[in-house]
């Protein structure tokens, strides 16, 4: 009797330790066929499956190796934050280089001295940020003054945790800080007026987006270019317009190699040629398709560039400095937006 | 199991389940691996920043605030909660009527639903142009984005557990004890509160303090309905998040062990008063 009551739990406890084993064999074994993960940011979700898909055919053009490329979306902090944290990514594209350098000083995964390792300082496409208003526009917003204006309501995500929140504080910034000249403490009073004028901060980008045209919240969405148009497309154009203001920011949305995982994975070779596969004319041109800048005009369909205007985009580093001192003054603990917040309640 | 002369205290006792030992280690092991260990590995994630780094943050007042809003609200709702959870598994329990096998399996649905979904859904209603938010806004009630949403949201998910820790004891009531109250004289509000209501003070307790448990913890529903406006409407959860998304590990550690401090001693008190409620009135 004492034998069949203990040998019962080791029995199972064996077949427990067997489904361990198995479990454990499967990604090992998914990962024998070549595969990469590029972790990406929110809004890229349409953009990367197209380029994903050229990029295999092109690979398997050129070396006849069938390979899969992935992509994990969400809002860029975190996704830089799953990087260090361990997830295997072989490349990063992320909203805003603030991200990539977190990754290069917290994990090491990445060089600090990334921004030289592509052309045009890893930024294959710039972007950068546009007005979404409802139809017909019943608030008049042209400029990003109209969003400082008491009876306007702006929806803008989260500039701690979200890489599109911290374009659209930089740029509002940045333009009061050229209008009003050179003056910092006035550009701040002019940040905190728009944001006294918010009545929801979600997390991402998308958050905000849905907050907008589906709970039909605000009046005016400072938002990327292409996000912009992405909502036109899915929610109709009947009931939205995009206004494009006079002057913007540039927006850098980089790219960049995680030499640690490519390293210990075996994908240098093919990561490589993936992030060089993004400045190439094909490339190029589905970014224009999704209403990313390409740095290459020539490479895209002229009918898509005219979606896209020149308009006067100023750099925010110009203005502020290097990265790390955007990321202290701005969005650090006790940074700017926290004294906003804490000035505003 | 009888209480009046129990033998002293003793470590091993006799049990239909053989095999002791192997069960109480496995269940110690279980226990740690589960729960001691990730709770020791974010309190020795927070231990970096030392007694006072801790009180620091407590004391900063963006974290102070989403501190009291999330244990104030959590306490509102799950007040309401328990009152209201009363009233359903009173009903469903003491009345017969058509579709009540659908009401009482609904209950549960608040347990079931993927939280975030639970979010949308109360959002997309509560909101000014919702089916209830425009009904609200006319009587110039905003719920959605509001500390009323975060509490709309709280009270939603806090339900099933104030109904069904509840209702196993209103069904193993015995009618005789009020018919025999009421022979005795009493008038229906006494047997009430006298008779009816003290046994399952210990339950409604144990329903609350689920429900306050949840309403704490919860992020995934909050987050959609709440604005996360710092000062207003940010929730200590949202905040943790926010930590992280600066690489403050230790920040985010410290607020978590704060939350879990004050839970630990708001449980800890609750399980207190159901020992004494339990003494006192001598039931489950």
């Not at chain 1, 004492?2 to 067997?18: D, F, G, M, N, Y």
């Not at chain 2, 009888?2 to 470590?11: A, G």
């Not at chain 2, 091993?12 to 990730?38: E, H, N």
């Not at chain 2, 930590?243 to 607020?255: H, P, R, T, V």
């Amino acid at each position: 009797m004492t034998v069949q009551h203990v040998s019962r739990p080791i029995r199972s406890l064996r077949r427990l330790a067997c489904a361990l084993a198995l479990a454990g064999l499967v990604p090992a074994g998914a990962l024998a066929q070549t595969a990469m993960l590029n972790v990406s940011y929110d809004p890229t979700r349409e953009l990367y499956r197209d380029i994903n898909a050229a990029f295999a055919a092109d690979w398997k053009a050129k070396t006849g190796e069938d390979l899969t490329v992935r992509a994990s979306h969400g809002g860029s902090g975190a996704q830089a934050r799953t990087v260090i944290d361990g997830v295997p990514a072989d490349v990063v594209t992320l909203g805003i280089p603030s991200d990539i350098d977190a990754i290069a000083r917290l994990s090491r995964k990445i060089p600090a001295d990334w921004r030289t390792k592509l052309p045009n300082e890893g930024l294959p496409y710039t972007s950068t940020v546009v007005f979404l208003v409802r139809k017909g526009n019943p608030k008049a917003v042209k400029d990003w003054s109209d969003l400082a204006k008491p009876d306007v309501k702006v929806i803008t995500p989260n500039p701690k945790t979200s890489a599109g929140g911290r374009w659209n504080f930089l740029a509002a910034w940045g333009y009061a800080y050229e209008r009003d000249g050179k003056d910092a403490g006035k550009a701040d009073a002019f940040v905190g007026q728009i944001y006294k004028n918010v009545p929801v901060l979600d997390t991402g980008a998308r958050g905000s987006t849905v907050t907008f045209a589906q709970r039909g919240l605000g009046d005016v969405l400072p938002t990327w270019e292409n996000e912009a148009f992405l909502v036109l497309q899915e929610f109709g154009a009947d009931k939205f317009d995009i206004v494009i203001p006079p002057v913007s920011i540039y927006a850098e949305p980089p790219v960049a190699l995680v030499d640690a995982n490519v390293d210990a994975k075996g994908t240098r070779k093919q990561a490589e040629a993936y992030l060089q596969f993004l400045f190439s004319d094909q490339a190029q041109a589905i970014f224009a398709k999704h209403r990313y800048r390409p740095i290459k005009r020539e490479a895209a369909d002229p009918k898509d560039l005219a979606l896209l205007p020149e308009i006067k985009l100023f750099k925010i580093e110009d203005l502020q400095g290097d990265w790390d001192t955007i990321q202290k003054k701005n969005f650090d603990n006790g940074g700017l937006f926290d004294q906003l917040s804490r000035a505003g309640r | 199991m009888t209480e009046p002369n129990r033998p002293r205290w003793r470590f091993r006792q006799p049990s239909v389940i053989p095999g002791f030992g192997l069960t109480f280690g496995y269940a110690l092991t279980c226990l740690c691996l589960i729960v001691l260990l990730p709770l020791a590995a974010l309190v020795w994630r927070a231990s970096g920043l030392g007694l006072s780094g801790i009180v620091d943050v407590a004391r900063d007042p963006r974290v102070a605030s989403a501190l009291r809003l999330s244990f104030g609200v959590s306490l509102a709702a799950a007040l309401t909660a328990s009152v209201f959870g009363f009233l359903v598994a009173w009903v469903l329990t003491r009345y017969r009527f058509p579709g009540r096998r659908i009401v009482d399996a609904a209950v549960d649905l608040p347990f079931a639903l993927p939280t975030a979904v639970a979010g949308i859904a109360l959002a997309s209603l509560y909101a000014p142009t919702g089916l209830v938010g425009a009904q609200l806004a006319r009587v110039g009630i905003q719920a959605a984005y509001t500390p009323l949403g975060i509490f709309i949201a709280m009270v939603f998910i806090g339900l099933p557990f104030a109904v069904r820790t509840v209702q196993p004891l209103i069904a193993e009531i015995d009618k005789e004890v009020e018919e025999a109250s009421a022979t005795l004289g009493a008038s229906r509000r006494a047997t009430l509160v006298k008779v009816v209501l003290p046994p399952l003070i210990p339950a409604v307790l144990t329903g609350f303090a689920l429900a306050f448990a949840r309403g704490v913890g919860e992020y995934g529903s909050i987050i959609f309905i709440a604005g996360n406006l710092p000062y207003v409407s940010e929730i200590a959860p949202l905040l943790i998040v926010i930590k992280l998304s600066e690489y403050d590990y230790a920040g985010a550690a410290a607020i978590a062990t704060i939350m879990l401090g004050i839970s630990f001693l708001t449980l800890l008190a609750i399980n207190l008063i159901q020992a004494w409620s339990r003494r006192r009135f001598g039931y489950v």
